[in-house]
């Protein structure tokens, strides 16, 4: 009696979930979208982008990688998001987008265009105000390893132009803080922010007052013969250069003008020096 009663409850609820299916209009399951061929869904993509529908070119560009992942036109669809995200000031989605093709595509031809774009979303977000340079360091580096990579491309030609208003932004804080601590008469942290200019930053418009301004630090602390080294450099190299006359006429002057105070501490200052 009890199977009986188990198997017409059984059926009852089959024959309800029949009469369901047949009285409801919408089958219980959804059947599958229709997948928009590529070249539509490309051409939707564009129009959105063309018309400054960022957010709708994303999502279609997005499509295109997933539904034809197996093509040529995931990479440039990938490509396309990364371009759409910079035009919309972006650069951390940017960046984000970028390295997934790196990662996916490491070998594709347009692999120097997205190293390149890398670089400019660093260079855009540097600040000269900004006393953390990690962008600009990052900047630097990008379009240095861009360079040596892809030498021979129009890409490489600007990333050479935008790496030497890099470097004198660099060589302009070494300055500045240079200038700061001649100042203050701190002359071994003054010498070592202009000896990295030296150094690191020869082709930026700061190298000839840095070898003036070393000369100058040496003349005055009455180490003649580094002042002498510095001027030699200087005229050597910016022979017609005002920094190179004044260096000069310090040198030919050979008289120390350290005051008395400071003399006493010259002895120390040399071993810090060597």
């Not at 209009?25 to 960022?54: C, H, T």
């Not at 036109?73 to 940017?94: F, G, H, I, Q």
């Not at 418009?205 to 001027?231: F, N």
Request: hydrophobic share 40%; with cysteine; aromatic share 14%.
């Amino acid at each position: 009696m009890f199977k009986l009663k188990r198997i017409f409850s059984i059926l009852l609820v089959f024959l309800l979930i029949l009469s369901c299916s047949s009285s409801n209009d919408k089958p219980l399951v959804p059947p599958p979208k229709e997948k928009i061929s590529l070249p539509k869904l490309w051409g939707f993509a564009m129009d959105d982008f063309n018309n400054g529908n960022a957010e709708g070119a994303i999502e279609k560009f997005k499509m295109v990688e997933k539904d034809y992942s197996y093509t040529e036109w995931a990479p440039k669809s990938l490509l396309m998001m990364a371009y759409v995200y910079y035009e919309a000031n972006r650069c951390s989605d940017t960046l984000s987008i970028l390295e997934r093709y790196v990662k996916f595509y490491p070998s594709n031809p347009e692999r120097v265009y997205v190293e390149y774009l890398k670089g400019v979303c660093y260079f855009e977000e540097v600040s000269e105000f900004s006393k953390d340079q990690e962008k600009t360091v990052k900047a630097i580096n990008q379009f240095k390893s861009l360079i040596n990579t892809y030498p021979n491309t129009e890409y490489a030609d600007d990333a050479k132009y935008k790496l030497d208003l890099l470097n004198d932004l660099m060589a302009g804080k070494e300055m500045y803080v240079a200038r700061y601590y001649m100042n203050k008469r701190k002359w071994a942290a003054a010498i070592g922010r202009l000896k990295t200019i030296v150094d690191k930053y020869q082709t930026t418009i700061y190298i000839e007052e840095a070898l003036y301004r070393l000369v100058e630090i040496y003349h005055k602390l009455g180490l003649e013969e580094d002042a002498s080294k510095a001027a030699a450099i200087l005229g050597y190299n910016f022979n017609s250069s005002e920094w190179y006359k004044k260096s000069y006429l310090l040198v030919s002057t050979n008289q120390t003008t350290l005051p008395k105070k400071d003399k006493s501490l010259l002895d120390g200052f040399k071993k810090i020096l060597n």
